[in-house]
């Protein structure tokens, strides 16, 4: 006989209603932002060192006033997902459970692994 899921309620669930409080708080601030009409090049401006001066706000280029930080921070945050991601990925669990690193000794390890069964005295 099968008998319907109960909800546990304990101490366990203070980390899932802050995580959706705080999702509230940070919709609420993104919904409520203003952001300003985005501006474009101008026809004779140098575009490669405006792009540099504008992304840090420093107001020596020819293009005035559209900050480029939250693009760098959007790519940064992109890249740094990416690089864990491929992290995560080379890791593998040996047959205790725990994890290794793919070759991490240059593929020795795999070697001896995949020719000592085979080869025991060709060394």
């Known amino acids: 006989m099968t008998t319907k899921p109960q909800l546990k309620l304990g101490s366990h669930l203070v980390p899932g209603i802050a995580a959706i409080a705080l999702f509230v708080v940070m919709a609420a601030v993104f919904i409520g932002a203003s952001f300003p009409n985005p501006q474009g090049f101008a026809q004779d ?16 280029g020819d293009v005035e006033g559209e900050s ?41 390890e795999l ?5 000592d069964n085979d080869e025991e005295g060709d060394h």
């Open 45 to 60: 401006a140098n575009i490669t060192a405006s792009i540099g001066y504008t992304m840090f706000n420093l107001g020596f």
């Open 111 to 115: 070697k001896r692994t995949l020719f």
């Open 68 to 108: 480029m930080l939250i693009a760098f921070e959007i790519i940064d945050l992109v890249l740094v997902g990416a690089l864990v991601g491929a992290v995560l990925l080379a890791r593998r669990e040996d047959e205790g459970g725990q994890m290794r690193t793919i070759l991490t000794d240059g593929g020795r």
